[in-house]
């Protein structure tokens, strides 16, 4: 599975480092369950690109030390990935498993 | 041959414990997992037990053999100010936050994580592996914070926690431990660190942020520390038990000490005059400007220290030493709050 990386740093295992903005990462089940589930703010690639971040604005706030000077645009796109992280932790805590938990095709 | 332990080569995890002394487990075999993992910077677990010396007279001077007494234990880690990096998720460490703060953070979803005092005592188990895994390694359980310490306007921000615990538990011992000591496990051997640690985000710059001392923006901080003391123990007196009883509170008593650049601005002299006065103030310590990795730290009703003058450098600093905070009303703790956003 793909996901998207939406924090500043997070280590998974000895192998995997996340460090940018929006960073796509290819995560087992178990592993990206065991990620989500240890605070690491992951979102499922394709709700990531259905928000819409513009890719010149995942090239330049890659970082994100840079996001105080983001548009408030790419601000409210960023909370609105943040929710769903959180959202689908919280369906990972209350003991549902990633793939009940991802999102529905139409 | 023998291996040895690298010591950078450790790692924490943590876990809060549903009921004191007991570790998380399902059927008496350990939850532990690899999102439980923290970075630390030291991790330090030890358990004492005095020998309960004979004091009768032998006619010699030779001590005679003892018993064995009450096991104590004791914890400390600390570790860097690393908040989650993504806004209104807990950081790593928020297990030892709730445990100092006594209560479980409140969570704003996508804008922050916050701390506020109360009379509780949550505990946790702090589990330390070192490679080679064929090491000794070792569990606290039943581990209750009584002091923390955050550092304010250093490069790499700190806190260090510490406190007391009900009993360590490891590799060599598991065996042969007691009830106690294995804190509700049942599994056949002691548990296996997880094989993928999860660890999230990097403590700001600590000398970014923030200074608001009675609604007022200083520019001119230099340095401090906010030292948080909940007094909690495990008493150590109880009849039949060679271990700590469960978790009891004394006073909560948050202070803080800092130095700034003195100067003649109306700001700073009236503040002083506050310090003079016994008028408390407000102080906010905001450590960090970006979303996500920033810590505030608010404290009220502070009464303010006397100022102290430093001459030893070449400019002047005046320092602020034991800055006490208070709850506006009894039972309203909130002298103290800290907030991740």
Request: with cysteine; net charge negative; hydrophobic share 40%.
């Given at each position: 599975m793909t996901f998207r990386f939406l924090g500043s740093e997070s280590l998974v295992g000895d192998s995997i480092r996340l460090?940018?903005?929006?960073?796509?990462?290819?995560?087992?089940?178990?592993?990206?369950?065991?990620?989500?589930?240890?605070?690491?703010?992951?979102?499922?690639?394709?709700?990531?690109?259905?928000?819409?971040?513009?890719?010149?604005?995942?090239?330049?706030?890659?970082?994100?030390?840079?996001?105080?000077?983001?548009?408030?645009?790419?601000?409210?796109?960023?909370?609105?990935?943040?929710?769903?992280?959180?959202?689908?932790?919280?369906?990972?805590e209350s003991g549902e498993t990633l793939t009940a938990a991802e999102p529905k095709g139409e | 041959m023998s291996n040895f332990s690298n010591t950078r080569m450790q790692r924490?995890?943590?876990?809060?414990?549903?009921?004191?002394?007991?570790i998380p487990n399902t059927g008496g075999t350990a939850t532990l997992a690899g999102s439980n993992c923290c970075r630390m910077s030291s991790l330090v677990i030890n358990q004492t037990q005095q020998e309960i010396v004979r004091s009768d007279k032998t006619g010699s001077l030779g001590l005679t053999m003892?018993?064995?007494?009450?096991r104590a234990a004791t914890w400390s880690a600390k570790m860097s100010l690393a908040p989650n990096g993504a806004a209104g998720v807990k950081p790593d460490m928020d297990p030892f936050l709730a445990a100092i703060m006594g209560k479980l953070a409140v969570v704003n979803?996508?804008?922050?994580?916050?701390?506020?005092?109360?009379?509780?005592?949550?505990?946790?188990?702090i589990w330390d592996f070192n490679t080679p895994g064929t090491i000794t390694q070792r569990c606290a359980l039943g581990a209750v914070?009584?002091?923390?310490?955050?550092?304010?306007?250093?490069?790499?921000?700190?806190?260090?926690?510490?406190?007391?615990?009900?009993?360590?538990?490891?590799?060599?011992?598991?065996?042969?431990?007691?009830?106690?000591?294995?804190?509700?496990?049942?599994?056949?051997?002691?548990?296996?660190?997880?094989?993928?640690?999860?660890?999230?985000?990097?403590?700001?710059?600590?000398?970014?942020?923030?200074?608001?001392?009675?609604g007022q923006a200083y520019a001119t901080f230099r340095t401090g520390s906010i030292s948080v003391d909940v007094d909690r123990e495990l008493p150590m007196d109880g009849f039949n038990s060679y271990y700590g009883l469960a978790p009891a509170a004394g006073l909560r008593n948050v202070a803080a000490d800092w130095s700034m650049y003195d100067d003649d601005s109306a700001v700073l002299s009236a503040l002083k005059v506050k310090a003079y006065a016994g008028t408390p103030v407000n102080?906010?310590?905001?450590?960090?400007?970006?979303?996500?990795?920033?810590?505030?730290?608010l404290l009220k009703n502070v009464l303010l220290p006397?100022?102290?003058?430093?001459?030893?450098?070449?400019?002047?600093?005046?320092?602020?030493?034991?800055?006490?905070?208070?709850?506006?009303?009894?039972?309203?703790?909130?002298?103290?709050?800290?907030?991740v956003q």
């Amino acid at each position: 599975m793909t996901f998207r990386f939406l924090g500043s740093e997070s280590l998974v295992g000895d192998s995997i480092r996340l460090n940018r903005f929006g960073q796509s990462v290819e995560l087992t089940e178990p592993q990206a369950a065991n990620a989500i589930l240890g605070g690491c703010p992951l979102v499922d690639d394709e709700t990531f690109c259905q928000i819409g971040f513009a890719k010149e604005d995942l090239k330049k706030f890659a970082s994100s030390g840079s996001h105080g000077r983001a548009s408030v645009e790419f601000l409210e796109k960023k909370k609105a990935a943040l929710l769903t992280a959180q959202a689908l932790r919280e369906r990972l805590e209350s003991g549902e498993t990633l793939t009940a938990a991802e999102p529905k095709g139409e | 041959m023998s291996n040895f332990s690298n010591t950078r080569m450790q790692r924490l995890y943590v876990q809060p414990e549903a009921t004191w002394a007991v570790i998380p487990n399902t059927g008496g075999t350990a939850t532990l997992a690899g999102s439980n993992c923290c970075r630390m910077s030291s991790l330090v677990i030890n358990q004492t037990q005095q020998e309960i010396v004979r004091s009768d007279k032998t006619g010699s001077l030779g001590l005679t053999m003892g018993l064995l007494g009450r096991r104590a234990a004791t914890w400390s880690a600390k570790m860097s100010l690393a908040p989650n990096g993504a806004a209104g998720v807990k950081p790593d460490m928020d297990p030892f936050l709730a445990a100092i703060m006594g209560k479980l953070a409140v969570v704003n979803t996508g804008v922050s994580v916050v701390y506020g005092l109360d009379d509780n005592s949550p505990s946790v188990t702090i589990w330390d592996f070192n490679t080679p895994g064929t090491i000794t390694q070792r569990c606290a359980l039943g581990a209750v914070a009584s002091k923390a310490k955050f550092d304010i306007g250093v490069d790499e921000p700190q806190v260090e926690f510490s406190g007391p615990a009900e009993a360590i538990l490891d590799t060599d011992v598991y065996a042969t431990a007691d009830t106690v000591s294995k804190g509700g496990l049942t599994q056949a051997s002691f548990p296996t660190e997880p094989t993928t640690p999860v660890t999230n985000g990097v403590a700001p710059p600590g000398f970014t942020g923030v200074i608001t001392l009675d609604g007022q923006a200083y520019a001119t901080f230099r340095t401090g520390s906010i030292s948080v003391d909940v007094d909690r123990e495990l008493p150590m007196d109880g009849f039949n038990s060679y271990y700590g009883l469960a978790p009891a509170a004394g006073l909560r008593n948050v202070a803080a000490d800092w130095s700034m650049y003195d100067d003649d601005s109306a700001v700073l002299s009236a503040l002083k005059v506050k310090a003079y006065a016994g008028t408390p103030v407000n102080i906010t310590f905001q450590i960090g400007t970006v979303a996500g990795s920033i810590w505030v730290f608010l404290l009220k009703n502070v009464l303010l220290p006397k100022p102290q003058y430093d001459l030893s450098g070449k400019r002047r600093f005046v320092t602020f030493n034991g800055a006490r905070t208070h709850d506006t009303t009894i039972g309203a703790k909130d002298a103290f709050q800290i907030t991740v956003q």
